[in-house]
């Protein structure tokens, strides 16, 4: 079976390259020219653990290749993917649903007879008959099906949540793309992965639950964190309390800055979108992106009042990815709570091992440096943004010697306050008592 992907971001790439990783023979397509000679190079242009090295090994074995032709990738493959960007529309946060649209004419354009058009990109309900409409129009009489293939994997982790998924998450309306889609995902059979098998509206509904119900979750623990920095409790305790609850569970409970990242603030802004216009609106999530928005505020609220002076201030930054292992930036907390610094004329010094020539272009006026200990150079704060773990053993001591104050605000708690004990330092971080 040859399948096509289009659209080569982290979630078009990964896909591909796994499919290809089940034996499958695979094309990857994307309109951006440079992206598609670099990954034809052997490159990829995204920091992913292990993905060059699997997707080197597929080319080289030839199941795997690259190309802008969207014409001929299509007209070969028996079931085409859509994976290409949706992201919020300015002014209304709904989803931006052009990018999909365009890519489905496109396909349906070229694409074979009996093909399954199916979308891995999050969409809004009601976008899988959109599309089939798109195509039937653009094909009158050519038979074809649709699926929806929510994609759930986790930047940083991507290659084994494709490889490992908890559940894999179909939807259809016909026999063809049911038996398909089940062939597609066979290679999961070994490993006994759920595959839910269910309407085109409940899949897309799914993606966006699952994304709303975990940021609802870190939001809980966030005003966890808050109230503990009141009454003097210690939010790692408390969600190490409550997470060992199975009914409740232990992940996505870490106190921290407030969430970002490519999905969740896009994928909670358009559900509760979607369900304003459904006359259905989704209140706690509403609430949610309030309180997460305000949160980043709040974050560099914190780092100013630090600050007696911030137009004379230095403040070191590590970390601007939205988590580790991703040269991701997009709706970083770092790049509000750097920018609400900026604005208050602070000098910022900043470090990421992977992110930097990403958020360069969104932060001007960062001082960009190649090591935590040059970030710290002079700085009256070090923040800690990203919970790299080249983070977690800073050498305080060398830090003493660089930087001009002696405040640590970690805002992800990957130290104890124990841990920072006797080193000279004071240390704040969320929702967990400070050591001044
Ligand atoms: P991305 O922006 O990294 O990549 C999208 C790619 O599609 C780009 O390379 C772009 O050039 C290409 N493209 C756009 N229009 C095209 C067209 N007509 N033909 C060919 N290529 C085209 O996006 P992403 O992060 O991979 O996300 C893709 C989708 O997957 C989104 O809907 C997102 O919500 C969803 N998703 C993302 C993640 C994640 O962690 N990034 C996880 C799950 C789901």
Known sequence: MKITVVGTGYVGLVSGVCFSEFGFDVTCVDVDATKIASLSAGMVPIYEPGLEEMMQRNVEEGRLSFTTDLAAAVAAASVVFIAVGTPSRRGDGEADLSYVYAAAREIARNMQPETVVTIKSTVVVGTCRAVRDIIAAERPGVPFSVASNPEFLREGAAIEDFLRPDRVVVGVDDERAKLRMRRVYRPLNLRETPIL????????????????????????????????????GNVQEIARGIGLDNRIGSKFLHAGPGFGGSCFPKDTRAFAATGRKAGAPQRLIEEVIAINEARKADMAARVLAALPEP?????????????????????????????????????????????????????????????????????????????????????????????????????????????IAGTGFSYRSVGRPTLE
């Open 311 to 419: 137009a004379k201030s230095t403040v070191a930054v590590l970390g601007v990815a939205f988590k580790p292992n991703t040269d991701d930036v997009r709706e970083a907390p770092s790049l509000a709570v750097i920018g609400d610094l900026l604005a208050e004329g602070v000098s910022v010094r900043a470090h990421d091992p992977e992110a930097m020539a990403q958020a360069a272009p969104l932060l001007p006026g960062v001082a960009w440096c190649d090591s935590p200990y040059q970030a710290a150079e002079g700085a009256d704060v070090l923040v800690i943004l990203t919970e790299w773990n080249a983070y977690r053993m800073l050498n305080f001591a060398t830090l003493k010697t660089v930087m001009a104050g002696r405040l640590i605000l970690d805002l992800r708690n990957i130290y104890k306050p124990d841990d």
């Open 197 to 232: 098998i269910t309407s085109f509206e409940n899949a897309e509904l799914i993606k966006y639950a699952a994304n709303a119900f975990l940021a609802m979750k870190v939001t809980f623990i966030n005003e966890v964190a808050d109230l503990c920095e009141k009454v003097g």
